[in-house]
């Protein structure tokens, strides 16, 4: 999936994101309760949409 250039009849592309999840307060909450179900919601929505985490 990485890397994967697509074309159209006359052009080229790559879709690459970078998402940043910043929630608007930045309580303690979030990263010792809250921070390894964030994860696991995130690493599956990634799934379902066949999307490839590379840094987190």
Known sequence: MKNEIKNTAHSKYRCQYHI???????RKVIYKELRADIGQIIRKLCE???V???EA
């Open 20 to 26: 940043v999840f910043a929630p608007k307060y930045r």
């Open 48 to 50: 379902e949409k066949k």
């Open 52 to 54: 490839e985490i590379l």
